[in-house]
C-alpha cells in the first residue's frame, strides 16, 4: 500500500468529516435562532444527562431516576411536536458524512483492534488498480437499466432460446439482484455472464458493484489479460508489482474479471487463473469473496479453452447467464 496515497485519503476523510461536522453544527444553530424553545428543551436535556452522571458519582443513594425519565420522556415529547411543526426529523441534526460505517475517519474502530475502513480500501483500488475500469457507475446502474433495449420478440431458432430476449434479461437482472442482496451468504453462487459483445454484459456488473459498493464492500475490477499478466509479472519479482496488489485479487469482496478468452494463455495463467478462482470460492469460510467472470465466449468454447478444472469450478459454483439478442449499444446511439 502505498502509504503517501493513504496519508492523502486520510486527510480528506478528515477534511470532510470536519465539513459535514461544522455543516450540522451550523443547521442546528439556524435553527435555534428560529425557535429559542427548541433551544431550551435541548439545554434541559442536556443538564438532565449531566445530573444523572453527577448523581452516579456522588453515590447519592436517593433514587432519582424515576424523576430524571418522567422529566425526559414529557421534553422529548415536547421536541417532538416542535420538530413536526417545523417539518423536519431528529437525523437532520446529525453530521452527514461520507462513509455512515466510519464517518468519515478512515478507521473501523472495536474493543480488539483498529482496522482501515472500506471505503479507504476502494478509493486505493480505484485510484491504484481500477483506474477507469469503475468510473462510470452514476450513468451504469439498476436506476437506468433500460430493459425496453432488448426485443420482445421470441425467434428460437436466432437465439436458441424459447424466450425473448426482453424476457432473458430480466431473469437475469432478477438473478443480480438476488446476488445482491444474498451476498453475505456463502451458498449464494458467483456468476457468470456469457454471450456476445454489446449485450450488457459490462454495464450489469458496473450496476452489481454499485450496490455493492454503496453498500459498504469491496470492488476490484480486472480484464482477465492484464489481471493475469500482473500475476506472472508479480511471480517473476517485476519491481512495480507489490504483493498487496496480488493479495488482494483473493481477498477484495467482489472481484470483477471482465473478457475472459481475450488473454494469450499457457499453462502457468492456466494455473494462476484456477488458483484466483478456486481460492476466491475457498475464502467462504472465513471471508465472503465472490467473483463476476464475463466472457464473449459461449460455454462450449469455454470447455475447449480452458482446462477441466477450471471448467468444473464454473459449472458448479457459479449462475451461469447467457446473453442473448442484438447489439443494445446501436439501439441506445440511436435514442
Given at each position: 500500500?502505498?502509504?503517501?496515497?493513504?496519508?492523502?485519503l486520510?486527510?480528506?476523510?478528515?477534511?470532510?468529516?470536519?465539513?459535514a461536522?461544522?455543516?450540522?453544527?451550523?443547521?442546528?444553530?439556524?435553527?435555534?435562532?428560529?425557535n429559542?424553545?427548541?433551544?431550551?428543551?435541548?439545554?434541559?436535556?442536556?443538564?438532565?444527562?449531566?445530573?444523572?452522571?453527577?448523581?452516579?458519582l456522588?453515590?447519592?443513594?436517593?433514587?432519582?431516576?424515576?424523576d430524571?425519565e418522567?422529566?425526559?420522556?414529557?421534553?422529548?415529547?415536547?421536541?417532538?411536536?416542535?420538530?413536526?411543526l417545523?417539518?423536519?426529523?431528529?437525523?437532520?441534526?446529525?453530521?452527514?458524512?461520507?462513509?455512515?460505517?466510519?464517518?468519515?475517519?478512515?478507521?473501523?474502530?472495536?474493543s480488539?483492534?483498529?482496522?482501515?475502513?472500506n471505503?479507504?480500501?476502494?478509493?486505493?483500488?480505484d485510484?491504484?488498480?481500477n483506474?477507469?475500469?469503475i468510473?462510470?457507475?452514476?450513468?451504469?446502474?439498476?436506476?437506468?437499466?433500460?430493459?425496453?433495449?432488448?426485443?420482445?420478440?421470441?425467434?428460437?431458432?436466432?437465439?436458441?432460446?424459447?424466450?425473448?430476449?426482453?424476457?432473458?434479461?430480466?431473469?437475469?437482472?432478477?438473478i443480480?439482484?438476488?446476488?445482491i442482496?444474498?451476498f453475505?451468504?456463502?451458498?449464494?453462487?458467483?456468476?457468470l455472464?456469457?454471450?456476445n459483445?454489446g449485450?450488457?454484459?459490462?454495464?450489469?456488473?458496473?450496476?452489481?458493484?454499485?450496490?455493492?459498493?454503496?453498500?459498504?464492500?469491496?470492488v476490484l475490477?480486472?480484464?482477465?489479460?492484464?489481471?493475469?499478466?500482473?500475476?506472472?509479472?508479480?511471480?517473476?519479482g517485476?519491481?512495480?508489482?507489490?504483493?498487496e496488489?496480488?493479495q488482494?485479487l483473493?481477498?477484495?469482496d467482489?472481484?470483477?474479471?471482465d473478457?475472459?478468452?481475450?488473454?494469450?494463455?499457457?499453462?502457468?495463467?492456466?494455473?494462476?487463473?484456477?488458483?484466483?478462482i478456486n481460492?476466491?470460492?475457498?475464502?467462504?469460510?472465513?471471508?465472503?469473496?465472490?467473483?463476476?467472470i464475463?466472457?464473449?465466449?459461449?460455454?462450449?468454447?469455454?470447455?475447449?479453452?480452458?482446462?477441466?478444472?477450471?471448467?468444473?469450478?464454473?459449472?458448479?459454483?457459479?449462475n451461469?447467464?447467457?446473453?442473448?439478442?442484438?447489439?443494445?449499444?446501436?439501439?441506445k446511439?440511436?435514442t
Amino acid at each position: 500500500m502505498d502509504s503517501s496515497l493513504l496519508k492523502t485519503l486520510l486527510r480528506e476523510k478528515e477534511q470532510k468529516k470536519i465539513r459535514a461536522e461544522i455543516t450540522a453544527e451550523n443547521f442546528k444553530n439556524e435553527i435555534y435562532k428560529k425557535n429559542k424553545k427548541l433551544q431550551e428543551i435541548d439545554d434541559t436535556l442536556n443538564s438532565i444527562a449531566l445530573s444523572k452522571i453527577h448523581n452516579i458519582l456522588q453515590n447519592n443513594n436517593k433514587d432519582l431516576s424515576f424523576d430524571f425519565e418522567t422529566k425526559i420522556l414529557d421534553l422529548k415529547k415536547e421536541k417532538q411536536k416542535i420538530l413536526f411543526l417545523l417539518g423536519i426529523k431528529e437525523t437532520d441534526f446529525e453530521p452527514h458524512y461520507e462513509c455512515s460505517i466510519c464517518k468519515d475517519t478512515g478507521y473501523i474502530t472495536n474493543s480488539y483492534e483498529s482496522t482501515i475502513c472500506n471505503c479507504i480500501k476502494q478509493k486505493l483500488f480505484d485510484l491504484e488498480y481500477n483506474k477507469s475500469n469503475i468510473n462510470n457507475l452514476e450513468k451504469e446502474n439498476f436506476g437506468t437499466f433500460r430493459t425496453d433495449l432488448y426485443s420482445d420478440k421470441i425467434d428460437e431458432k436466432k437465439y436458441n432460446a424459447n424466450i425473448s430476449p426482453q424476457t432473458n434479461i430480466l431473469n437475469i437482472k432478477e438473478i443480480a439482484e438476488n446476488f445482491i442482496s444474498n451476498f453475505d451468504y456463502p451458498e449464494e453462487k458467483n456468476l457468470l455472464f456469457t454471450g456476445n459483445t454489446g449485450l450488457g454484459k459490462t454495464f450489469l456488473s458496473n450496476c452489481i458493484a454499485k450496490e455493492l459498493l454503496d453498500k459498504g464492500k469491496t470492488v476490484l475490477y480486472q480484464t482477465s489479460s492484464i489481471m493475469l499478466d500482473t500475476i506472472i509479472d508479480y511471480r517473476f519479482g517485476k519491481e512495480n508489482i507489490s504483493k498487496e496488489l496480488y493479495q488482494n485479487l483473493f481477498d477484495v469482496d467482489l472481484l470483477i474479471i471482465d473478457d475472459l478468452g481475450t488473454e494469450c494463455m499457457n499453462s502457468m495463467k492456466f494455473t494462476e487463473l484456477f488458483n484466483i478462482i478456486n481460492t476466491r470460492l475457498l475464502n467462504q469460510n472465513s471471508h465472503i469473496t465472490k467473483t463476476i467472470i464475463s466472457t464473449n465466449l459461449s460455454l462450449q468454447n469455454l470447455f475447449s479453452t480452458y482446462d477441466e478444472r477450471i471448467v468444473s469450478r464454473l459449472i458448479g459454483s457459479y449462475n451461469i447467464c447467457r446473453f442473448f439478442g442484438e447489439d443494445i449499444r446501436l439501439k441506445k446511439s440511436a435514442t
